[in-house]
């Protein structure tokens, strides 16, 4: 006799993460027979260590532009119909005590579990059923229905909801699965790469890397973009939350432009002279970045000698240099260590209304698996909340 069973529902969601529990909650308490479906021993694995263990929830300026897409409308229907505020009310609701970092980026005072438990609370009330830890052993299509089988568990469903994110963080238990079973439904992608991820520099760049553990405040660009904070030196090369930001925009070859001194004016060098002609360039530094960085920029600029004797247009051209220090990465710390997976299905095949497939009707994809990818700073947990309710409200 066979230890499988075989049950029947609504809908089918694929991904316990923040866009499949969300997802599911509300289709639940829409009256639908839902369940949901992770290889993981727990759910939302991603939101306990998001935030340094207190999850950036959202970000109040949440908004299509703050998302990378090849098609940079879709995220306006979802995003504009379940807000942030419509996240904090929630958060409010389940009575989580939050606070504003900065720069609109909401964080629990407490614990990232809190967010788990809020959508598992919102689950229970859907009566959402929840099958954790089994391998899926097989998707199918047939007869209008969809049927997801486990090791022992065969489920049906009119509706399938793929919302598996993306690869980034293996050892998390994340999977390209996403992208297989909308290749499998032919659902198209955009190649997926690693985004919000450290910078490696190359040989040449050694001095740099040898700052390992250096941090301070400049503004990274790529082309026109620009994001301004903290820029962190590694033993691989670059890091913070500026050079995060700016490696979504960045492909290989390109060069990122740093702006190590956002707030000074091209002459300070030149009044720095006059201050005190009789001190090296390196003393000047000093006054605007931490010792060893100072130390590794006046080695870079080869000013040698006291001030006095080095001409303001040479001093001038030092600070252009500082404003915009080209480096061209060799690559970057790749899936291992990026927080966001940029690219995935393809959102052409998507309605941005309900997520659900243009061809094929009750197949489904929300979360970071599809080619919507936010800045860091919570805009990606809002995507998830956003685009899981969008499908959750049309299954
Ligand atoms: P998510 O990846 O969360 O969930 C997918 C689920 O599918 C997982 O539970 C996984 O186990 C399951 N799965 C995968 N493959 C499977 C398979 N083959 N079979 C069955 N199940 C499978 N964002 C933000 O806005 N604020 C923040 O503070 C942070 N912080 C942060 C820190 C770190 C270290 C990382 C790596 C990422 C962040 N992020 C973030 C990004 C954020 O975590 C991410 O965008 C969302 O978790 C995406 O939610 P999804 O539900 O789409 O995927």
């Not at 059923?129 to 489920?155: E, F, K, M, N």
């Amino acid at each position: 006799m066979s230890n499988s069973s075989f049950k029947t529902y609504d809908a089918i969601v694929l991904g316990a993460g923040g866009a499949g529990l969300m997802c599911a909650a509300i289709a639940g308490q829409r009256g639908k027979r839902v369940l949901v479906i992770d290889h993981a021993s727990k759910p939302g694995k991603k939101i306990l260590i998001s935030g340094g263990g207190r999850c950036n929830f959202t970000n109040i300026d949440a908004r299509a532009e703050c998302y990378l897409s090849q098609n940079r409308h879709f995220g306006k229907s979802a995003l504009g119909r379940y807000t942030a505020q419509d996240f904090i009310d929630l958060v409010n609701k389940h009575k989580i005590a939050w606070h504003e970092k900065e720069l609109g980026q909401l964080f629990c005072d407490d614990s990232a579990r809190q967010i788990v438990k809020l959508l598992l609370d919102e689950c229970a009330k859907g009566d959402v059923t929840i099958q954790l830890g089994q391998p899926i052993r097989d998707v199918s299509h047939s007869d209008a229905r969809y049927t997801v089988t486990l090791d022992t568990l065969t489920a049906t469903a009119p509706a399938l909801v793929i919302a598996t994110g993306g690869p980034s963080i293996p050892k998390m238990g994340a999977t390209d699965f996403a992208f297989h079973l909308a290749r499998q439904f032919e659902l198209k992608i955009v190649e997926p790469r690693p985004a919000l991820v450290p910078l490696t520099l190359g040989e040449d760049e050694l001095l740099f890397r040898n700052l390992s553990g250096v941090s301070t405040d400049a503004v990274a660009r790529h082309g026109k973009t620009k994001f301004r904070a903290g820029t962190l030196f590694t033993h691989k090369g670059l890091s913070g939350p500026s050079i995060l930001q700016i490696s979504s925009y960045w492909r290989k070859g390109e060069q990122i432009g740093i702006n190590f001194l956002p707030d000074h004016s091209a002459d300070w060098l030149i009044d720095a002279k006059k201050a005190a002609p009789r001190s090296g360039l390196k003393t000047a530094l000093a006054t605007a970045f931490p010792d060893r960085l100072a130390t590794a920029l006046a080695e870079k600029l080869a000013l040698p000698g006291e001030m006095a004797n080095i001409p303001d247009k040479k001093l001038r051209a030092a600070h252009a240099r500082l404003s915009d220090w080209p480096f061209t990465p060799t690559g970057s710390e790749g899936y291992a260590k990026a927080e966001v997976t940029l690219g995935g299905i393809n959102t052409n095949g998507l309605s941005s209304q309900t997520m659900e497939s243009k061809h094929l009707p009750g197949l489904y994809a929300i979360g970071e698996a599809v080619d919507v990818t936010g800045w860091l700073g919570g805009y990606n947990f809002q995507w998830a909340w956003s685009s899981g309710w969008a499908a959750g409200m049309a299954l």
